[in-house]
């Protein structure tokens, strides 16, 4: 099956500073998407990005799915950014489920 | 508010029990997901429901047992689990198995003492 790698797998970050996080998959995707996993537990959409970039306020996200990357972008990192990330893909063939990366865990201090 | 609700949030059982876990989606999804997490590994899927009939069974133990009365109910029985069963239980939804975002609810936390 598909494989997914998350880099890099812990990130420490002061308030403010921008940071890049990576995700490497094995195989062409139908679906990609990164989420946010907060202290509770839940898993919040980020982005649905199959191909191309899109942006949120201070997030972005690039999918160059011809490379089988994509980046999420993060930038004046808040404490409220911490927690640990996740992305996740579907390959090409019909009717598969997301398949997760191990994550980054992001820790943003003041 | 996601529109994906589980309950219960946190639930603690012996080996023995028998107890369920509920999840309710409002957003007019037909595909619903179990997915496992446990401490240090990734989510691992565990079930999948498509127009109510079950796509994916991911090597599930057979002590979990999955129901889904209809496309915004989906339910997961537990009886005699071990220990390391104990995680965190995630329920999603997508409009449809093959498109669309997924969307999670808050998760349940299980306990098997």
């Known amino acids: 099956g598909i494989q997914v790698e998350q880099s890099p797998p812990d990130l420490i970050l002061q308030e403010g500073a921008n940071s890049t996080l990576r995700c490497n998959f094995s195989?062409?995707?139908?679906?990609l998407q990164w989420f946010h996993q907060n202290p509770w537990g839940q898993l919040i959409n980020l982005f649905y990005?199959?191909?191309g970039t899109k942006q949120n306020g201070r997030l972005s996200a690039t999918t160059v799915a011809t490379e089988r990357y994509s980046l999420l972008y993060i930038s004046s990192s808040q404490t409220t950014d911490s927690g640990v990330y996740f992305c996740?893909?579907?390959?090409?063939?019909?009717?598969?489920?997301?398949?997760f990366g191990k994550g980054t865990t992001l820790s943003v201090s003041s | 508010e996601t529109g994906v609700t589980q309950t219960p949030r946190h639930l603690v059982m012996g080996m023995t029990n028998k107890k369920s876990l509920k999840c309710e989606q409002h957003?007019?999804?037909?595909?619903m997901y179990w997915y496992k997490q446990s401490a240090k590994k990734p989510l691992e899927l565990m079930f999948v429901?498509?127009?109510?009939?079950?796509?994916e069974n991911n090597s599930v133990p057979s002590r979990f047992s999955p129901e889904c009365p209809n496309s915004s109910h989906l339910f997961l029985h537990l009886h005699t689990l071990q220990p390391e069963d104990s995680a965190l239980y995630l329920c999603?939804?997508?409009?449809?198995?093959?498109?669309?975002?997924?969307?999670f609810g808050e998760g349940s936390r299980l306990t098997v003492l």
């Open positions: 996740a893909v579907e390959d090409n063939q019909a009717g598969t489920a997301l398949i």
């Open positions: 429901y498509n127009f109510k009939e079950q796509t």
């Open positions: 195989d062409s995707v139908n679906n």
């Open positions: 999603a939804s997508s409009p449809d198995q093959s498109t669309g975002e997924l969307f």
């Open positions: 957003l007019g999804h037909n595909a």
């Open positions: 990005i199959p191909s």
